[in-house]
């Protein structure tokens, strides 16, 4: 499968601005100059900046539906899809990356993607053609069902 050219242009243009505003921010921060972006100053004066959380968790949800629907009927690449989706969140609410990271459960991202790492190259070999092609020659589910031994 190939990418358009364009495409995988414009999605390493939105990485390198978000590693250069990282490294911006970054730099401010230690020089004691950090500039916060999100939230506003009227936001800022909430309780625990619960306004700008809210409208992190529905940007994010609606992230996720985006998500779900530009892979399943345009048919974009899952890996792009994500990251652009990702940098977008990045770049409009500049959350803390410690605290996300401490949410993350690696474990689960590691079966995920050795899972994900071996069904591609079951693919890629063969394997999901023969065994389709034998459950094909079986006959139909219903025959299957009933004469599996109890």
Excluded at 53 to 78: I, N, Q, R
Aim: proline share 4%; glycine share 8%; net charge neutral.
């Amino acid at each position: 499968m190939g990418y358009s050219g364009w495409r995988l242009w414009a999605v390493s243009v939105a990485i390198a601005v978000v590693i250069v505003l990282q490294l911006i921010f970054a730099r401010r921060a230690r020089r004691g100059r950090a500039s916060e972006v999100w939230p506003a100053p009227a936001l800022a004066e909430s309780a625990d900046g619960q306004q700008h959380h809210a409208a992190y968790a529905w940007c994010s949800g609606l992230a996720l539906v985006l998500f779900v629907f530009l892979v399943v009927v345009p048919k974009t690449d899952v890996g792009v899809t994500a990251m652009c989706l990702a940098a977008l969140l990045q770049i409009v609410f500049h959350p803390k990356e410690h605290a996300l990271l401490a949410w993350i459960p690696w474990n689960s991202v590691l079966l995920l993607c050795g899972l994900l790492t071996y069904l591609g190259l079951m693919e890629q070999i063969g394997t999901m053609n023969s065994i389709e092609k034998d459950l094909q020659h079986l006959g139909t589910g219903t025959l299957l069902i009933s004469s599996w031994p109890t």
